[in-house]
């Protein structure tokens, strides 16, 4: 299995501060690595695929980079409804697909 | 716009057999993508456990794949998830999700809101 890793595992941040959370894969993995945001009590929603493409509605500070076996998130301009769970995880060719452990976004 | 929604017991016996349906409304389960079943036990990191395609196509968690079964109803449009042999271990929300997949990407756009399982006696 491909095993992903992401650091840090919890992070406390302030409205409108800039904040960067990292994947690793422990393989490469190209390009196929997305990231997913949840909050309690919901499903995932999907943020960023491909490791840089931005989905449809999704605000444009959040921004993604990297590929082989390293991965960013980046959230520019943190707002209120950004404080949440993020999770990376890998969609390359290998089953089984794997998620990160995630990475809990708190207000400071 | 595409919604999936969970539905089945909440509270089941060790040893016994879990089954959870996934309705999908605003577009049909024929169309080309595949759908997903993912859990996630409390406290911990989300876990793939297998998706199949419109034409039944499935493929599973290697963890798993002996207890798992997931089938497609395309006159319901909904798709299923059977778990045999059930532990303490199962215990965990569960998430029915449409995957997207070409040839350079394969994302997961659409979730249901969960549903949490108990295995307890």
């Known amino acids: 299995d491909i095993q992903m890793t992401q650091s840090p595992s919890s992070l406390s941040a302030s409205v409108g501060d800039r904040v960067t959370i990292t994947c690793r894969a422990n393989?490469?993995?190209?390009?196929?690595l997305n990231w997913y945001l949840q909050k309690p009590g919901k499903g995932p929603k999907l943020l960023i695929y491909?490791?840089?493409s931005v989905h449809s509605g999704v605000p444009s500070r959040f921004t993604g980079s990297g590929s082989g076996t390293d991965f960013t998130l980046t959230i520019s301009n943190l707002q209120p409804e950004d404080f949440a769970t993020y999770y990376c995880q890998h969609s390359y060719s290998s089953l089984p697909i794997t998620f990160g452990q995630g990475t809990r976004l708190e207000i400071k | 716009q595409v919604q999936l929604q969970e539905s089945g017991p909440g509270l089941l016996k060790p040893s016994g057999t879990l089954s959870l349906t996934c309705g999908v409304s605003?577009?049909?389960?024929?169309?080309?993508?595949?759908w997903n079943w993912v859990r996630q036990p409390p406290g911990k990191r989300l876990e793939w456990i297998g998706e199949i395609d419109h034409r039944g196509s499935t493929n599973y968690n290697p963890s798993l794949q002996s207890r798992v079964t997931i089938s497609v109803d395309k006159s319901k449009n909904q798709f299923s998830l059977k778990v045999t042999s059930l532990t303490a271990a199962d215990t965990a929300i569960y998430y029915c999700?449409?995957?997207?997949?070409?040839?350079?990407?394969?994302?997961?756009?659409?979730w249901g809101q969960g549903t949490l399982v108990t295995v307890s006696s």
């Open positions: 491909s490791a840089s």
């Open positions: 393989e490469s993995i190209a390009t196929y």
């Open positions: 605003g577009g049909s389960i024929s169309s080309g993508y595949w």
């Open positions: 999700a449409r995957e997207y997949r070409d040839d350079t990407s394969g994302y997961y756009d659409f």
